[in-house]
């Protein structure tokens, strides 16, 4: 591997792609139509047929299915190989080292100490990701962090995991895949050259039947328990310290010391791409109401709608039921409603492979259509990533991206849960209720 001499410091010898990156202006600057490149950012370049060494921490549903992408890239020749497995619960973490034939480990820090892992993939319920992120950052690896990027309530601690990617350099791949998609770079494009005049107005959603994602999370033993192979304080976290609890450990998405429900399980996917392609920073205020209207048996709500009013003079509405799918399949792209982004002269919106870009009524503007490269997909999204770490260049799904919109579901979620108003403060870059 070749190592590079890091940067100058943050701070006085900022260049001005890390300024704009910084203040988080870079996802708009440096997207272009083939789903985005960026120049290199940063240390540890790797030559193209380095292999990368991944860690796994969690191995459940979502860390099992991503490794079956990764071991579907290995076979089409990308170097790279799952070395390490990390499970609190011992039949998991027994069944992914044999299955990748990788160590394991049952605490995530030793995981961090072993040579062969270059990159982990943090696959752990919500309230471990940053606390996670901030433990590989500092031991300097890259890392494939799933969505949401912290807990609803851990706004500190995200900003610490935040503050120290930026000072070890690290790359960073937040698992909103949907940003495998060129429409979100394309739409970008259009936007910053003007075609809708200034932005004002977006509105997305996330509308499904069902508490599967929650409810019908497996119980894999109904009569597991806490011991050496079933670490539940580690589980735990910095969470409350509660007894041991079956449906908690395996269901943990149905209870707010772990999840948030809708909010930020679902919505980083439909969030995500409306602040890549307006190009906002942080929201200035963030409102939200919902509940639990359909399904009862879980703390979390079903039903979760926010607005987010920015400092750029414009609007983000996001609304969202579990209980209600319109609209059909053929209206969806990814299984998710389509957003509409509105500016002083028009609009860009989504129809079947096209972005189709109509003037306002009076506009001196003409409608276009502009024909969608690609889609999203899993591989797709890992190659990204990869291919980042080798070159330092900025995933599509960066973390700076991610906190900007982990910041405005974690407003929108106290927001909710207070009943309040929450606002940013920008110059002291925390949430106020
Ligand atoms: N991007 C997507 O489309 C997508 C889809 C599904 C899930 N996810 C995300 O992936 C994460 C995991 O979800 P899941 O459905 O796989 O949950 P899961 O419960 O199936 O898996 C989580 C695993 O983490 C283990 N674990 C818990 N605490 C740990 C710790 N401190 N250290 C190591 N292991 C620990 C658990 O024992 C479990 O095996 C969630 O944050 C979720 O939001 C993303």
Same mark, same amino acid.
């Given at each position: 591997m070749l190592r590079v001499a890091p940067h100058c410091g943050e701070t006085n010898t900022m260049t001005r792609r890390r300024f704009l990156s910084a203040t988080g202006t870079v996802a708009c600057l440096a997207s272009t139509g083939r789903a985005g490149t960026s120049a290199a950012l940063s240390t540890d370049v790797r030559g193209a047929n380095d292999r990368i060494g991944v860690g796994l921490i969690g191995c459940g549903g979502r860390g099992n299915s991503l490794m079956a992408s990764l071991l579907k890239l290995q076979q089409t020749g990308t170097p790279v190989e799952i070395v390490a497995v990390c499970d609190v619960y011992r039949p998991r973490l027994d069944k992914a080292a044999k299955q990748y034939n990788a160590k394991s480990y049952m605490r995530h820090q030793d995981l961090l100490v072993d040579k062969r892992v270059d990159a982990v993939c943090i696959a752990t319920p919500d309230h471990h990701h940053a606390p996670q992120l901030l433990d590989a950052a500092e031991a300097g690896k890259d890392a494939y962090c799933e969505k949401p990027l912290s807990h609803w309530s851990q706004f500190d601690l995200t900003k610490r995991a935040v503050q120290a990617v930026r000072k070890r350099e690290r790359i960073v791949q937040v698992g909103t895949q949907c940003m495998s998609d060129s429409a979100w770079h394309q739409a970008a494009e259009r936007v910053k050259a003007g075609d809708i005049g200034k932005p004002i107005h977006a509105e997305c959603g996330y509308f499904r039947v069902g508490d599967w994602g929650e409810r019908g999370m497996p119980i894999d033993d109904a009569n597991a328990r806490p011991g050496k192979d079933l670490l539940w304080d580690v589980f735990l976290g910095d969470r409350p310290k509660r007894p041991f609890d079956v449906s908690r450990f395996? #269901?943990? #998405? &149905?209870?707010e010391d772990y999840s948030g429900g809708p909010v930020t399980d679902l919505y980083p996917h439909v969030l995500t791409p409306v602040v890549n392609v307006l !190009?906002? !920073? &942080?929201? !200035?205020v963030a409102v939200a109401t919902g509940g639990k209207f359909r399904y009862q048996e879980r703390e979390v709500p079903d039903t979760f709608n926010m607005i987010l009013d920015y400092p750029e003079q414009l609007s983000i509405a996001v609304l969202g039921t579990q209980g209600n799918d319109y609209p059909p399949n053929e209206k969806r792209r990814d299984g998710l409603p389509t957003p509409v982004f509105r500016g002083w002269e028009g609009t860009v919106a989504i129809e079947g492979g096209e972005l189709v870009i109509l003037p306002n009524s009076g506009s001196k503007k003409s409608a276009k259509r502009v024909p969608i490269q690609h889609g999203s997909s899993q591989e797709r999204y890992w190659t990204n990533f990869l291919e980042c770490c080798r070159t330092r260049r900025r995933p599509w799904g960066h973390l700076e991206l991610a906190y900007r919109v982990q910041t405005a579901l974690q407003m929108a979620m106290l927001a909710f849960r207070n009943g309040r108003t929450a606002r940013f403060d920008a110059a002291n870059e925390r949430i106020v209720l």
């Amino acid at each position: 591997m070749l190592r590079v001499a890091p940067h100058c410091g943050e701070t006085n010898t900022m260049t001005r792609r890390r300024f704009l990156s910084a203040t988080g202006t870079v996802a708009c600057l440096a997207s272009t139509g083939r789903a985005g490149t960026s120049a290199a950012l940063s240390t540890d370049v790797r030559g193209a047929n380095d292999r990368i060494g991944v860690g796994l921490i969690g191995c459940g549903g979502r860390g099992n299915s991503l490794m079956a992408s990764l071991l579907k890239l290995q076979q089409t020749g990308t170097p790279v190989e799952i070395v390490a497995v990390c499970d609190v619960y011992r039949p998991r973490l027994d069944k992914a080292a044999k299955q990748y034939n990788a160590k394991s480990y049952m605490r995530h820090q030793d995981l961090l100490v072993d040579k062969r892992v270059d990159a982990v993939c943090i696959a752990t319920p919500d309230h471990h990701h940053a606390p996670q992120l901030l433990d590989a950052a500092e031991a300097g690896k890259d890392a494939y962090c799933e969505k949401p990027l912290s807990h609803w309530s851990q706004f500190d601690l995200t900003k610490r995991a935040v503050q120290a990617v930026r000072k070890r350099e690290r790359i960073v791949q937040v698992g909103t895949q949907c940003m495998s998609d060129s429409a979100w770079h394309q739409a970008a494009e259009r936007v910053k050259a003007g075609d809708i005049g200034k932005p004002i107005h977006a509105e997305c959603g996330y509308f499904r039947v069902g508490d599967w994602g929650e409810r019908g999370m497996p119980i894999d033993d109904a009569n597991a328990r806490p011991g050496k192979d079933l670490l539940w304080d580690v589980f735990l976290g910095d969470r409350p310290k509660r007894p041991f609890d079956v449906s908690r450990f395996f #269901r943990w #998405r &149905m209870y707010e010391d772990y999840s948030g429900g809708p909010v930020t399980d679902l919505y980083p996917h439909v969030l995500t791409p409306v602040v890549n392609v307006l !190009g906002v !920073g &942080m929201p !200035g205020v963030a409102v939200a109401t919902g509940g639990k209207f359909r399904y009862q048996e879980r703390e979390v709500p079903d039903t979760f709608n926010m607005i987010l009013d920015y400092p750029e003079q414009l609007s983000i509405a996001v609304l969202g039921t579990q209980g209600n799918d319109y609209p059909p399949n053929e209206k969806r792209r990814d299984g998710l409603p389509t957003p509409v982004f509105r500016g002083w002269e028009g609009t860009v919106a989504i129809e079947g492979g096209e972005l189709v870009i109509l003037p306002n009524s009076g506009s001196k503007k003409s409608a276009k259509r502009v024909p969608i490269q690609h889609g999203s997909s899993q591989e797709r999204y890992w190659t990204n990533f990869l291919e980042c770490c080798r070159t330092r260049r900025r995933p599509w799904g960066h973390l700076e991206l991610a906190y900007r919109v982990q910041t405005a579901l974690q407003m929108a979620m106290l927001a909710f849960r207070n009943g309040r108003t929450a606002r940013f403060d920008a110059a002291n870059e925390r949430i106020v209720l």
